[in-house]
């Protein structure tokens, strides 16, 4: 294999031998099941870990009566590479150009590097985080953005707590948002077999935007990169002010393709759900930022 195939096949094989031998993942009770601590996570949720998730809800701004506000969790959830920790600030910096974040955001970070500053990406912050969230926005008038990246197996995606892996499924993030009642979702899943988020989740007043479908892996995982294939192709090449997702997405799914064939891959398939509900209710935001910049260009 020359050396410049090598290097384009690496992340390929980093993200197909991550979760190939990862531990089962649940301790998992029931896919349709709001997520349960189990025995392994209970030392993640400490008091230690409570504060640093006060701190994040604390900073989310009040929602404002009239106006869609647009509140954000972002989760990367793989300690061991600091691709999806990159990743997680690239899309939502690319996104804050696209839509108005001012609603706030909480992040949750599996990695050494942020495990004293930033919540952890477990199930029970993540759990807490829709709870937190729930009780500022306006369920009926706002939007919660969901964004994770890490790697996925065939029951979810992968946290790679300090102690423990386990995967955080569609049917625990589908859960958790219908038992909070927020209506309104953007849900974006970066991670192989992601494609089984969108059964789950998919409903008129959600996008389901997903790196590949439920059979197969998704690219570009390598440590050391900014971006995996989906990430760079959505929100860094894509996502731009005055597109919608749908236009981006339709756009990424382009580039993936071909970035796919040039380096021999198993195409990942992408998919995509736009529920007509949201789609309508996000123009005119995405709208004013397409005008804004715009503006600012002349």
Known sequence: MRKSRLIRVL?????????????????????????KVSAAEAPHGDSA????????VAALAPQKKGVTDIYVIGLAGWA???????????????????????????????SK???????LASRQNFAAAVRAIAKVM????????????????????????????????????????????IKNRVVIVSACYSGIFVKPLANENTIVLTAADEKHSSFGCADGRDWT????ALFNQSLKPGNDFKAAYQNARGLIAGWEKRDRFVPS?????????????LAPLIAAKGQAQGRAQQ
């Open 269 to 281: 398939n992408p998919q995509g759900h736009f529920g007509t509900a949201l789609v309508r209710k």
């Open 229 to 232: 294939y989906f990430g760079d």
């Open 49 to 56: 870990q409570a504060a640093l998730l006060k701190g994040q």
């Open 11 to 35: 992340p390929a094989l980093v993200c197909s031998l991550a979760m190939a031998f990862a531990p089962p993942a649940s301790a998992q009770q029931g896919k349709t099941a709001v997520p």
């Open 138 to 181: 306006d369920k009926q008038e706002d939007v919660l953005f969901l964004f994770m990246t890490s790697h996925g197996n065939k029951e979810g995606i992968g946290l790679q707590l300090p102690k423990v892996l386990v995967s955080l499924t569609p049917g625990e993030v589908a859960a958790a948002l219908n038992k909070e009642g």
């Open 113 to 119: 590097e942020t495990i004293k500053t930033v919540p």
């Open 80 to 110: 061991a590479q600091n691709v999806f920790r990159n990743e997680l600030a690239g899309a939502l910096a690319a996104t804050g150009k696209a839509l108005p974040l001012d609603g706030g955001i909480v992040r949750l970070i599996n």
